[in-house]
Structure formats: structure tokens, C-alpha cells
T-cell receptor, first 115, second 115 residues
């Protein structure tokens, strides 16, 4: 079963450092999403790609955050100059098709801890 | 704007008892509705979805949900829970348009099944 894969599963880093996460979506899925989930909350939308184009970005996505999907396959999410408040689970999801009725398939997430 | 409310943050229930997890949404446009389950340290798994048609939707693991347009609700039910149902449950909505790509999630309901 080649579901959505995220790496690393856990990342611990000092405040001020840069981190990068990777997401490999289900191979035929053209849509890819990043969410952030903090303790006791539901996932919050960060950004969305259709193929290689980044079509939506949330206000939550500050200038320190950048996401790419250069070839329309895997995606990376980079956080520069990390802050304590960046500690969260970062979830990636993918879906297929042009219609918004398609469910999103989620990876197991990357848990980021800022010391 | 869309929003999702899950009023019950924690629901304890005895094994083999029935359970209902409540979800209410607000939206100025028509929406698709979803329930996801999240086990510890994992991503979200789709339980069921309402797109159109019959308002009673059946999903995996014996769960079902009923869409009530007049009450803007989409409550999740199971007639007899198992220990393995202990998890976090999230209700989510998406708008019925190709521009509404993101999910809006509730804050989640933690279901604990007591032996």
C-alpha cells in the first residue's frame, strides 16, 4: 500500500534553526496539501498544490514558511528561523481529480519540537 | 466562511454501548461533509463522507452519520463500540466548488471506550 509518506516522523531542533520536511503523495494524486495540527486542535490548512502550482496559501503561512512541489510529485515544507510556536504536527495530504468531493488521504505527519 | 463545531471534546463510553459524536457546521454555500479518525501518532483516516443523495451515510468500522440540512449537523454514530474505537475523531467540511480546496476541521472529539 503506497499511501502518503512523510519524512522525518519526528524532528527536534533548537530555536532559530531551519528545518525541512518532505511529503511523497500517492503517485497518481495531482493535489497536495499541507496542514498544521497543534495539541487538542484539528488540522489547520497551510497551503495547497495542484500539480507543481501552489494555488492557495493560508494567512497562517508566515514569510518563514515556504513550500515547493517542483515536479508535481513530492513536496517540501521549509521553516526558517524556527520559533517555539512552530512546535506542532505537520500533516501532508493528497487527493485525485478536479472535484472538491474527493477525500484527502493523509500521511502520518512530521512532529516538530522546538527546544 | 466555513466553520465546524464539535461541542464534545471528550466522550467516554463503555464497551458495546452506543455512541454519538456531534458535529455542527456553518457555511454560506453548500458543502461536502467528512468524518476522519486519528489514532495516536498517526495521520487522519477517512471514516465516511456525505456528498449528495441519501442523508444517512455508512462508513467503515460500523460507523454511520446523518446529514441534517435544517440543523446544519452531521453527527457520527455507532450502535456498539469496541475498545479499538478509542481515538480522536474529526469532522470536516469543504465547499462545493473547485475553488474551495481546503478542509475546515473541527477541534476533534476524543472517544475513550471503557472496558
Amino acid at each position: 500500500d503506497t499511501g502518503v509518506s512523510q519524512n522525518p516522523r519526528h524532528k527536534i531542533t533548537k530555536r532559530g534553526q531551519n528545518v525541512t520536511f518532505r511529503c511523497d503523495p500517492i503517485s497518481e494524486h495531482n493535489r497536495l496539501y499541507w496542514y498544521r495540527q497543534t495539541l487538542g486542535q484539528g488540522p489547520e490548512f497551510l497551503t495547497y498544490f495542484q500539480n507543481e502550482a501552489q494555488l492557495e496559501k493560508s494567512r497562517l503561512l508566515s514569510d518563514r514558511f515556504s513550500a515547493e512541489r517542483p515536479k508535481g510529485s513530492f513536496s517540501t515544507l521549509e521553516i526558517q528561523r524556527t520559533e517555539q510556536g512552530d512546535s506542532a504536527m505537520y500533516l501532508c495530504a493528497s487527493s485525485l481529480g478536479r472535484n472538491s468531493n474527493q477525500p484527502q488521504h493523509f500521511g502520518d505527519g512530521t512532529r516538530l519540537s522546538i527546544l | 466562511a466555513q466553520s465546524v463545531t464539535q461541542l464534545d471534546s471528550q466522550v467516554p463510553v463503555f464497551e458495546e454501548a452506543p455512541v454519538e459524536l456531534r458535529c455542527n457546521y456553518s457555511s454560506s454555500v453548500s458543502v461536502y461533509l467528512f468524518w476522519y479518525v486519528q489514532y495516536p501518532n498517526q495521520g487522519l483516516q477517512l471514516l465516511l463522507k456525505y456528498l449528495s443523495g441519501s442523508t444517512l451515510v455508512k462508513g467503515i468500522n460500523g460507523f454511520e452519520a446523518e446529514f441534517n440540512k435544517s440543523q446544519t449537523s452531521f453527527h457520527l454514530r455507532k450502535p456498539s463500540v469496541h475498545i479499538s474505537d478509542t481515538a480522536e475523531y474529526f469532522c470536516a467540511v469543504r465547499t462545493r466548488s473547485n475553488t474551495g480546496n481546503q478542509f475546515y476541521f473541527g477541534t476533534g472529539t476524543s472517544l475513550t471506550v471503557i472496558p
